[in-house]
């Protein structure tokens, strides 16, 4: 019983702060114009490097738990499908509403079970079956008959929403060997290695070209609330795996 109401409890944070990260993340690409989502992205990776530094090596508060050799192939992969999940986010809140958006993730839970059939042969419940088709034809309705329909944020959150299957199977692999405040260690710092160049390239100029034109709206505080949330979020994402499983991640979230 003490396992399925921490079960509960996680679930129910995580849903909370993953409504606070939304919101954080459209007020500032909406209401500030900051509207550089690669670079919001890894922000958010370097204020989750300096979190999980913070708490395993400063006050040292959970023990260091280096992952085995083989993990680190994993950890790579999964950085990857990070980055991809956050930046694909992101740019589809910028381009859509955020109700178009999570109707679009409502979709996750469906690719979460076609990659673990094609992938893994894992078989689940007909009734598991019998939902999927439901799902892509919802998604598919309220997507081309949305008001604000917009085919460059649509394709974003698609690639999101598979990025995050994807992602929810591999966390879940590694989330049996590390505790969650562990993994993101080692994992955030190699998703900000991966999201500085792209940020540099993509967006660099125009932030700083734009940056005075900010005046008083100048939204440093807001960037670095929004990762300091994103790192509360991505520690509760990995509890939330390690406690239950990927579908259930995936129904639940989304």
Request: with cysteine; proline share 6%; glycine share 4%.
């Amino acid at each position: 019983m003490a396992s399925v109401r921490n079960s509960y409890t996680y679930l129910s944070t995580w849903m909370v702060i993953n409504v606070v990260t939304v919101i954080l993340n459209k007020y500032l690409f909406q209401m500030l114009h900051f509207n550089y989502p690669t670079s919001l992205s890894t922000v958010h990776m370097m204020m989750c490097s300096l979190g999980a530094f913070f708490v395993i090596r400063v006050i040292k508060y959970i023990p260091h738990q280096p992952p085995h050799p083989a993990d680190y192939t994993k950890l790579a992969a999964l950085a990857f499908l990070f980055c991809c999940s956050i930046i694909f986010s992101n740019v589809a809140m910028r381009w859509i509403p955020v109700s178009f958006l999570q109707t679009i993730r409502t979709s996750i839970p469906a690719f979460t079970v076609i990659f673990h059939i094609g992938l893994f042969d894992k078989e689940f419940p007909p009734s598991i079956y019998h939902t999927i088709i439901p799902i892509f034809v919802g998604v598919f309705i309220s997507s081309f008959t949305e008001v604000n329909f917009n085919p460059f944020g649509f394709w974003a959150a698609l690639g999101s929403s598979i990025a995050n299957a994807l992602m929810a199977i591999v966390a879940t692999t590694l989330t049996t060997q590390m505790n969650n405040i562990n993994l993101l260690y080692y994992l955030a710092p190699i998703s900000f290695v991966f999201l500085v160049p792209l940020s540099y390239f993509l967006e660099w100029e125009f932030i700083v070209f734009y940056w005075s034109h900010y005046g008083k709206a100048i939204p440093v505080a807001i960037i670095m609330l929004s990762g300091l949330v994103a790192f509360l979020l991505n520690l509760f994402t990995f509890e939330v795996l390690r406690s239950t499983d990927s579908f259930t991640y995936t129904v639940a979230g989304n």
